[in-house]
């Protein structure tokens, strides 16, 4: 079965020792995908002087998905070819937020099945939304 790894450049580096994506035979399973830029700073955030964090989950939500968009498109997919999503939101007050966002990029019949749970934190205090994703892409026939 093939097999293949994707770190891109220009991107946000893993977190640790793993690829942006994996491709295993027609599936490309994407990592967990942040709002988290190249500079290691955060769309969607503003820190008050006083240390306070204001997350603004549609501009995070809206950047997540272009990053898996960028993500797939270096493994030869597209957000049209996702089958599954899984987000995890800090607090399921941001679910409005992040829906109408969501349902500017994607539709139920042709969009991916989807998962939203609420987890108590995630890697960076900035975070309000990550989202993990899998794609199919069948292989060319020679490639099998």
């Known amino acids: 079965m093939t097999t293949r790894a994707y770190t891109i450049d220009g991107r946000a580096p893993a977190l640790a020792h793993y690829p942006h994506a994996r491709r295993v035979?027609?599936?490309?399973?994407?990592?967990?995908?942040?709002?988290?830029?190249?500079?290691?700073?955060?769309?969607?955030?503003?820190?008050?002087?006083?240390g306070t964090i204001h997350r603004d989950?549609?501009?995070?939500?809206?950047?997540?998905?272009?990053n898996i968009g960028r993500i797939l498109q270096e493994?030869?997919?597209?957000?049209?070819?996702?089958?599954?999503?899984?987000?995890?939101?800090i607090d399921m007050d941001d679910f409005a937020g992040y829906n109408a966002v969501y349902n500017e990029f994607f539709n139920a019949e042709t969009g991916p099945t989807r998962t939203t749970v609420?987890?108590?934190?995630?890697?960076?205090?900035?975070?309000?939304?990550?989202?993990?994703?899998?794609?199919?892409?069948?292989?060319?026939?020679?490639d099998r």
């Open 25 to 50: 035979g027609d599936l490309i399973f994407v990592s967990g995908v942040s709002s988290r830029r190249p500079d290691n700073t955060h769309v969607g955030v503003r820190i008050d002087d006083d």
């Open 57 to 66: 989950v549609a501009a995070q939500t809206r950047a997540v998905i272009e």
């Open 75 to 89: 493994a030869g997919a597209g957000l049209e070819d996702l089958v599954d999503i899984t987000t995890f939101l």
């Open 118 to 142: 609420a987890v108590h934190q995630l890697p960076h205090p900035n975070l309000a939304i990550e989202m993990k994703a899998v794609a199919y892409l069948p292989l060319p026939t020679g």
